[in-house]
C-alpha cells in the first residue's frame, strides 16, 4: 500500500460536495463583481516568485517546492497566484486593453511548511486581482468582494476583518530605519533568520513566527505611524469607503503580511475557529509588482482566500447532505434492464440526477442502495408493471406511492421535482 505525500491530501465524500459547493458561490459572485477567469500554469520559473514574493520571505526562502528541470531551468510549483498571473499580465501584453482588468483563478498553490489542522503543504486557493486602479474606492470594493464571499457561504459570523496601511516606497525607508533602530536595541531577542532579514528587509520580522521574536514585535513601530501624506489620505479613503459599504472591520496596525510585494492597503479575513490557522482570505495592493516582473508602471490589487479553510468553516453549519439523488431506479435483468438505462438517460437529459443498480440485484438490496444515495424518488420497474406500461414511482419522502405510464414518468418527476 502506498501513502500520500507528507502535507497533501486526498478530498472526498462530504468534504468534496462542501467544497464544490464553495466554489460554485465563488465563480457566481466573482461574475457579479466583472472578473474574468483566468487560468494559469502550475508550474513557473522560480525567478517568477522569487522577485516577485521576494527573496528574504519564509515562503522563497524555506517553502518552495523548487527544482532543477532536466534542461537545467530552475522551475518552482507555484506557492501563489499574484506573481504568476502579473507574469502572465505582462507576458501576454494584457496591459494594451484600455481601462482596467479584473481577473480570478481558482487552483492547487503549494508551499513546504510544517503541516498542522488548516495548513498544507498543497491547498487550493481562489484569488482576484484588480490592474490598473489606484483610488481608494477599488480596495473597498476588493474587501467587500471578499466578506461578502463569506456572506455568500453564510459563515459571515465566524469571520472578521482587519485591515492595515504598510507605506509605499516613499515613506517606507523612514519607517524601515526606525525599525532597524528598535530591533538592534532588542537583537538579543531576534531568531537567526530575523538577525540576517534585520538590514535587508525589517519588515519582515514582524511577521516571525517564533516566539521571542514576537515578544518584541508587540512594541516595534507600526507603519500607520509613519505614512506619507498620500498614503494616509489613500488609507483614509478606504476607511471611509468601507464605512460607506457597511463592511465590519478593525484597523489592525500589527499586520504586514509575509509578501514582500504589498503597499499601502493590507487585509485578512480571519477566523478563531480553526485553530492556529487563523487567515481564511487574505490580500493586498501591490503597485510595484507590475512594474518589477517587466512591465508597465500599473497599479494592482487583489487578494486570495485558502479553500480548504473556507470549507472547514462551511462544515461547521452542517447543512449540506450526505448525498442527494432525485430519483433511483429500481430495475431487474432482461425484465426491466433496457427500459431502465433508457429511462434514466431520459431524465438525466432533463437535469434530474439518476442512478441504478447495474447488477440488477435483490429489490430489498436496491432499496437499501437508494436509501444510501438519500433518492427523494424510487422508480420501481418490476414484472407487473412493466407488463402493462407502467412504473411505481415511490416519494421517498411522503412515503406516498404511484402507478405512472413509463412514457410520463420524466415529465412526472420533473413536475414534482420543481414543485418541491
Ligand atoms: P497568502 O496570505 O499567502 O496570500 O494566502 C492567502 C490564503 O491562502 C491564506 O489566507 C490562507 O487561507 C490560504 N493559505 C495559505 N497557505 C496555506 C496553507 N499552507 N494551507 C492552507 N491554506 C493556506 C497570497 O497568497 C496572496 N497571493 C494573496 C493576494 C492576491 N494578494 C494580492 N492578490
Not at 83 to 103: D, H
Not at 297 to 302: F, L
Amino acid at each position: 500500500m502506498y501513502q500520500k505525500v507528507k502535507g497533501f491530501r486526498d478530498i472526498y465524500g462530504l468534504e468534496a460536495r462542501y467544497w464544490n459547493k464553495v466554489e460554485k458561490v465563488f465563480r457566481q459572485t466573482f461574475r457579479t463583481f466583472n472578473f474574468e477567469e483566468f487560468y494559469l500554469p502550475i508550474l513557473e520559473k522560480s525567478e517568477v516568485f522569487n522577485r516577485g514574493i521576494g527573496s528574504t520571505t519564509d515562503i522563497v526562502e524555506k517553502e518552495m517546492f523548487a527544482f532543477e528541470d532536466r534542461d537545467g531551468t530552475q522551475v518552482a510549483l507555484r506557492p501563489e497566484g499574484t506573481a504568476s498571473l502579473v507574469r502572465a499580465y505582462v507576458e501576454n501584453k494584457l496591459f494594451s486593453t484600455p481601462g482596467i482588468s479584473k481577473y480570478y483563478y481558482v487552483g492547487p498553490m503549494f508551499r513546504r511548511e510544517r503541516p498542522q489542522k488548516g495548513r498544507f503543504r498543497q491547498f487550493t486557493q481562489a484569488g482576484i486581482e484588480v490592474f490598473g486602479s489606484g483610488g481608494p474606492s477599488i480596495d473597498a470594493d476588493v474587501i467587500y468582494l471578499l466578506y461578502k464571499l463569506a456572506e455568500n457561504l453564510g459563515i459571515q459570523n465566524f469571520v472578521s476583518m482587519e485591515i492595515n496601511s504598510i507605506g509605499c516606497p516613499a515613506c517606507r525607508p523612514a519607517y524601515n530605519e526606525k525599525l532597524i533602530e528598535y530591533f538592534k536595541s532588542n537583537i538579543e531577542h531576534l531568531c537567526g533568520d530575523c538577525l540576517r532579514r534585520l538590514d535587508k528587509n525589517p519588515m519582515r520580522i514582524m511577521d516571525c513566527k517564533n516566539e521571542s521574536c514576537k515578544k518584541i514585535t508587540a512594541d516595534a513601530p507600526k507603519a500607520v505611524d509613519y505614512l506619507c501624506g498620500e498614503c494616509r489620505d489613500h488609507f483614509d479613503g478606504v476607511k471611509s469607503y468601507l464605512d460607506a459599504l457597511q463592511v465590519p472591520y478593525k484597523v489592525n496596525p500589527m499586520m504586514v503580511r509575509g509578501l514582500d510585494y504589498y503597499v499601502r492597503t493590507a487585509f485578512e479575513m480571519i477566523t478563531d475557529r480553526l485553530g492556529s490557522q487563523s487567515a481564511v482570505g487574505a490580500g493586498g495592493r501591490y503597485d510595484g509588482l507590475i512594474q518589477l516582473l517587466g512591465g508597465p508602471d500599473t497599479a494592482g490589487i487583489g487578494f486570495a482566500v485558502g479553500i480548504d479553510r473556507l470549507v472547514s468553516l462551511c462544515m461547521l453549519n452542517e447543512t449540506e447532505k450526505e448525498n442527494d439523488l432525485d430519483v433511483f431506479i429500481i430495475s431487474f435483468r432482461d425484465i426491466s434492464d433496457k427500459i431502465a438505462l433508457k429511462l434514466a438517460n431520459e431524465m438525466r437529459s432533463q437535469g434530474v440526477s439518476v442512478d441504478m443498480d447495474y447488477d440488477f440485484r435483490k429489490m430489498k438490496k436496491q432499496f437499501s442502495l437508494a436509501d444510501r444515495y438519500g433518492s427523494l424518488f424510487t422508480v420501481v420497474l418490476g414484472e407487473d408493471e412493466t407488463a402493462k406500461g407502467t412504473a411505481a414511482v415511490k416519494d421517498m419522502q411522503a412515503g406516498t406511492q404511484e402507478e405512472i405510464e413509463i412514457a410520463k414518468v420524466t415529465e412526472y418527476i420533473t413536475d414534482k421535482l420543481r414543485r418541491n
